[in-house]
């Protein structure tokens, strides 16, 4: 099947640093990815959709400035976290469509757990 | 308004006992929907959708329309079936509009 991987995994960083996670569809193109925050024992919250060549598209409540979505290929997105405080920390997700198959049907990674001391 | 609602939080059932996980949806058209599955640790995966009716690890859910339901069921549950699973459906610009999950434990 369709493979995601998203990296680092886990990252611990100092406040007011910037950290850079990374999206990729390893065996299929994908023009959309979603990134997701997922707090302890809660639902998948979406933060923003990534569309390839194109500005990301933020849910309400998300600041654009605060997390920089980049989707430079059909395979890569990046979501960085700026000057991270204590209160990003959460467990970052990602997902991709690909080009073809069925709409709602989408791949994840498996996660990044970042940590803001 | 488009939403899907999954009213159990968390549900516990004994190891055999039949499983059934509740989700409601509010459309207006025609849905597709979905069962997403998280095990612990592990990445959210497609469990099954209603369009290919398809039974995955036992796993089946059907589209009542006029309950506007998708309720996930398992006629014996087994230990390895604890996970979250949640339930989804495409808007209209095909982003994935999801409820809030139930947390299924299954008791040895």
């Known amino acids: 099947g369709a493979v995601v991987s998203q990296h680092p995994s886990w990252v611990i960083c100092k406040s007011g640093t910037s950290v850079k996670i990374e999206c990729r569809s390893l065996?299929?193109?994908?023009?959309?990815m979603f990134w997701y925050r997922q707090f302890p024992k809660q639902s998948l919250m979406l933060m923003a959709t990534?569309?390839?060549?194109?500005?990301?598209?933020?849910e309400q409540g998300v600041e654009k400035d605060k997390f920089l979505i980049n989707h430079a290929s059909l395979t890569l997105s990046t979501l960085t976290v700026t000057s991270a405080h204590p209160e990003d920390s959460s467990f970052y997700i990602c997902?991709?469509?690909?080009?073809?198959?069925?709409?709602?049907?989408?791949?994840f990674g498996e996660g990044s757990r970042l940590t803001v001391l | 308004a488009q939403r899907v609602t999954q009213p159990e939080k968390l549900l516990s059932v004994f190891k055999g006992a039949p499983v059934e996980l509740k989700c409601n949806y509010s459309?207006?058209?025609?849905?597709?929907l979905f069962w997403y599955v998280q095990y612990s640790r592990q990445r959210l995966q497609l469990l099954l959708r209603?369009?290919?009716?398809?039974s995955i690890k036992g796993f089946t859910a059907d589209l009542n329309k006029g309950e506007t339901s998708f309720h996930l069921k398992k006629p014996f549950a087994q230990e390895e079936d604890s996970a979250m699973y949640y339930c989804?459906?495409?808007?209209?610009?095909?982003?994935?509009?999801w409820g809030a999950g139930t947390k299924l434990i299954i008791k040895p």
């Open positions: 989804a459906l495409p808007d209209s610009n095909y982003q994935l509009i």
């Open positions: 209603h369009i290919s009716r398809e």
């Open positions: 990534s569309n390839e060549g194109s500005k990301a598209t933020y």
């Open positions: 459309y207006s058209g025609s849905p597709e």
């Open positions: 997902s991709a469509r690909p080009v073809t198959g069925y709409s709602g049907e989408l791949f």
């Open positions: 065996d299929f193109q994908a023009t959309t």
